[in-house]
């Protein structure tokens, strides 16, 4: 099995920055893709952004100019910068991660606050 690690959520001020890390550990897999969702308060779950192993990438349009994916291909991480934090990115993160052969592993997800 593969265990999804994440770290980097927490309580900041409007207007600030937050960056999120996820390492993928366990069992020998490739990796397709990785992506963060997140998901407010009554409402659904979301995509924000996801990345290949090639780096082509894609971006919620609430999040694009501010939000930046990238991953380190040869640790299985993937990161998420959030600059220009507003209160409506109020949300618990999760990252996932799809193998080769299209199984999807999903962390426990990291709190994200936004403070006005």
């Known amino acids: 099995q593969v265990q999804l690690e994440e770290s980097g959520g927490g309580l900041v001020q409007a207007g600030g920055s937050l960056r999120l890390s996820c390492a993928a550990s366990g069992d020998r897999f490739g990796i397709d893709n990785m992506a963060w969702y997140r998901q407010a308060p009554g409402k659904q779950r979301e995509l924000v952004a996801s990345?290949?192993?090639?780096?082509?990438?894609h971006y919620a349009n609430s999040v694009k100019g501010r939000f930046a994916i990238s991953i380190e291909n040869s640790k299985n991480t993937v990161y998420l910068q959030m600059n220009t934090l507003k209160p409506e990115d109020t949300g618990v993160y999760y990252c996932?991660?799809?193998?080769?052969?299209?199984?999807?592993?999903w962390g426990q997800g990291t709190q994200v606050t936004v403070s006005s």
């Open positions: 996932t991660l799809r193998t080769q052969i299209l199984r999807t592993y």
């Open positions: 990345i290949t192993t090639t780096r082509s990438t």
